[in-house]
C-alpha cells in the first residue's frame, strides 16, 4: 500500500493506493456508515458484512434529492451523530451523493470514499465536488468539502463491466490532452484490454491520474483557474448526458471531440492533433459524435454552471497536453454549435 497525503483549505485528504478494504476500519478507527449502491453490494456482500450499511439505486437517474433525502432518513434510523464518518463506496454517482448527504447532514459530518470504478477513481472521488442533478441539469446542486480518505482496492474492478472501464477511459484521456503529453502518447501505445490483464500497469495508470488531478484540486480548490480545465470538453457533454441518456464517460467523449473542434477553430489547434485526440478515443471504445437535437442541447448548455452573464468560460487545447480558459460569448458559441451539429 502507498499513502499520499494532499493538503486542502479545510482538511487533509490522505490516499490509500492498493490497499484493502479490509484495513479500513484499522486506518480509520471510528463509528462507519458505508453507502454503496445495489450493484456494487451484490457483488461484494462480503465486504459489508458486519457495517451498517445504506444501499442506494444503482445509476445516474437516481443521483437526485430524493435519494440523498431517504440517504438522511436511513442515517436517523442508524442514529448516526457529528462522530459518525460517512464512507461512500461505488462509482461516481455514489461517491457524489454520499459526499453531498455527508456535507450537509447536522451540517456536515466527516466523510471518505472507496472509489470502485475506473472512472471514481481517476477522477470523480477526487476533488471534493459533491452533489446531485435536478432532473437533466447535472450537478446543479452541490458542495465542495473534502473527504478525509481515498482507499483504492483494485479487487473492486474484478466485477466491473467492460462498458464501465471504457467509461473511465475517457476522464484518463481527458486528463492527457490537458496536461500530460507522455500520457497521451503511453495511452496510444495501449488499450483498455492492456490495462485490464497487466494490473501494475494499472496501478501506475491510477496513480498518475490521482496525481494530475489531486495536483490541479490543491492549487485550485474552488476553481479559480487551472480547476477550470478539468471542465475540457463537459460544457458540451453534460448537455448532451442526462437528455440522451449517455454514460458520463462517452456524453464526455463527445464533448472532447466537440472542444477540439472549436480549438482547432478559434485557437490554432492542428488538424493533425486534432484527428489523434478522435483516434485515441475510437482506440478506447468511446464515442465521438452522436445525433442530437439542437435545440434542447443549446437550452442546456446554456444552464452551465459555468456561464456568467452572456459568455460561457470555455476549455479549448492549445496543443495535447496543453489546455486553456476562454471566455465565449454565448452568440458565438451558439453559432459554433450549430454549425458543428
Ligand atoms: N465530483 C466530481 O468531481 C466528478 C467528476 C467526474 C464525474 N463525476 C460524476 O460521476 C458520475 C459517473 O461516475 P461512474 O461512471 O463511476 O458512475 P456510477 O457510479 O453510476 O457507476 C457506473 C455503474 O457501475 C456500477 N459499479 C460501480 N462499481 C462497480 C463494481 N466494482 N463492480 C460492478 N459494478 C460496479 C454502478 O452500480 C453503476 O451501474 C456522474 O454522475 C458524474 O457526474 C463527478
Ligand atoms: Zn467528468
Same mark, same amino acid.
Given at each position: 500500500?502507498?499513502?499520499?497525503?494532499?493538503?486542502?483549505?479545510?482538511?487533509?485528504?490522505?490516499?490509500?493506493?492498493?490497499?484493502?478494504?479490509?484495513?479500513?476500519?484499522?486506518?480509520v478507527?471510528l463509528n462507519l456508515?458505508?453507502?454503496?449502491?445495489?450493484?456494487?453490494?451484490?457483488?461484494?456482500?462480503?465486504?459489508?458484512?458486519?457495517?451498517?450499511?445504506?444501499?442506494?439505486?444503482?445509476?445516474?437517474?437516481?443521483?437526485?434529492?430524493? =435519494? +440523498?433525502? #431517504?440517504? %438522511?432518513?436511513? &442515517?436517523? @434510523? *442508524? $442514529?448516526?451523530?457529528?462522530?459518525t464518518f460517512i464512507?461512500?463506496?461505488?462509482?461516481?454517482?455514489?461517491?457524489?451523493?454520499?459526499?453531498?448527504?455527508?456535507?450537509?447532514?447536522?451540517?456536515?459530518?466527516k466523510?471518505?470514499?472507496?472509489?470502485?470504478?475506473?472512472?471514481?477513481?481517476?477522477?470523480?472521488?477526487?476533488?471534493?465536488?459533491?452533489?446531485?442533478?435536478?432532473?437533466?441539469?447535472?450537478?446543479?446542486?452541490?458542495?465542495?468539502?473534502?473527504?478525509?480518505?481515498?482507499?483504492?482496492?483494485?479487487?473492486?474492478?474484478?466485477?466491473?463491466?467492460?462498458?464501465?472501464?471504457?467509461?473511465?477511459?475517457?476522464?484518463?484521456?481527458?486528463?492527457?490532452?490537458?496536461?500530460?503529453?507522455?500520457?497521451?502518447?503511453?495511452?496510444?501505445?495501449?488499450?483498455?484490454?492492456?490495462?485490464?490483464?497487466?494490473?501494475?500497469?494499472?496501478?501506475?495508470?491510477?496513480?498518475?491520474?490521482? =496525481? +494530475?488531478? #489531486?495536483? %490541479?484540486?490543491? &492549487?485550485? @480548490? *474552488? $476553481?479559480?483557474?487551472?480547476?477550470?480545465?478539468?471542465?475540457?470538453?463537459?460544457?458540451?457533454?453534460?448537455?448532451?448526458?442526462?437528455?440522451?441518456?449517455?454514460?458520463?464517460?462517452?456524453?464526455?467523449?463527445?464533448?472532447?471531440?466537440?472542444?477540439?473542434?472549436?480549438?482547432?477553430?478559434?485557437?490554432?489547434?492542428?488538424?493533425?492533433?486534432?484527428?489523434?485526440?478522435?483516434?485515441?478515443?475510437?482506440?478506447?471504445?468511446?464515442?465521438?459524435?452522436?445525433?442530437?437535437?439542437?435545440?434542447?442541447?443549446?437550452?442546456?448548455?446554456?444552464?452551465?454552471?459555468?456561464?456568467?452573464?452572456?459568455?460561457?468560460?470555455?476549455?479549448?487545447?492549445?496543443?495535447?497536453?496543453?489546455?486553456?480558459?476562454?471566455?465565449?460569448?454565448?452568440?458565438?458559441?451558439?453559432?459554433?454549435?450549430?454549425?458543428?451539429?
Amino acid at each position: 500500500m502507498k499513502e499520499i497525503k494532499y493538503q486542502f483549505s479545510a482538511t487533509d485528504c490522505m490516499v490509500y493506493l492498493g490497499a484493502s478494504f479490509g484495513s479500513l476500519q484499522d486506518l480509520v478507527p471510528l463509528n462507519l456508515i458505508f453507502i454503496t449502491d445495489e450493484n456494487v453490494f451484490r457483488h461484494h456482500t462480503e465486504k459489508f458484512e458486519g457495517h451498517k450499511t445504506i444501499v442506494v439505486k444503482a445509476g445516474e437517474e437516481y443521483k437526485q434529492q430524493t =435519494t +440523498i433525502d #431517504s440517504i %438522511i432518513q436511513q &442515517l436517523i @434510523e *442508524f $442514529e448516526a451523530d457529528r462522530k459518525t464518518f460517512i464512507v461512500g463506496v461505488g462509482g461516481g454517482v455514489v461517491t457524489d451523493m454520499a459526499g453531498y448527504a455527508a456535507s450537509i447532514y447536522l451540517r456536515g459530518v466527516k466523510f471518505g470514499f472507496v472509489p470502485t470504478t475506473i472512472l471514481a477513481m481517476v477522477d470523480a472521488a477526487i476533488g471534493g465536488k459533491n452533489g446531485v442533478d435536478v432532473g437533466v441539469y447535472k450537478n446543479l446542486v452541490g458542495t465542495i468539502r473534502q473527504p478525509q480518505f481515498l482507499l483504492y482496492d483494485y479487487s473492486f474492478l474484478e466485477s466491473l463491466p467492460l462498458a464501465q472501464w471504457i467509461n473511465g477511459f475517457a476522464e484518463i484521456i481527458k486528463h492527457a490532452c490537458i496536461k500530460d503529453a507522455a500520457l497521451f502518447a503511453w495511452l496510444q501505445d495501449k488499450s483498455v484490454a492492456y490495462f485490464q490483464q497487466n494490473p501494475d500497469a494499472l496501478a501506475i495508470l491510477i496513480e498518475k491520474n490521482v =496525481t +494530475i488531478k #489531486s495536483s %490541479i484540486v490543491t &492549487l485550485d @480548490e *474552488f $476553481e479559480q483557474g487551472d480547476r477550470k480545465l478539468l471542465n475540457f470538453g463537459h460544457t458540451f457533454g453534460h448537455a448532451i448526458e442526462n437528455e440522451n441518456q449517455l454514460l458520463h464517460g462517452h456524453a464526455i467523449s463527445i464533448g472532447m471531440m466537440i472542444a477540439s473542434t472549436f480549438s482547432e477553430e478559434i485557437n490554432q489547434f492542428s488538424s493533425a492533433e486534432k484527428a489523434e485526440i478522435k483516434a485515441i478515443l475510437q482506440q478506447y471504445g468511446l464515442p465521438t459524435k452522436i445525433q442530437y437535437d439542437k435545440q434542447k442541447v443549446w437550452n442546456l448548455m446554456k444552464m452551465d454552471k459555468k456561464r456568467v452573464s452572456d459568455t460561457m468560460s470555455f476549455i479549448l487545447l492549445n496543443k495535447i497536453g496543453e489546455a486553456s480558459v476562454h471566455q465565449i460569448p454565448l452568440v458565438q458559441l451558439e453559432d459554433m454549435v450549430n454549425q458543428s451539429l
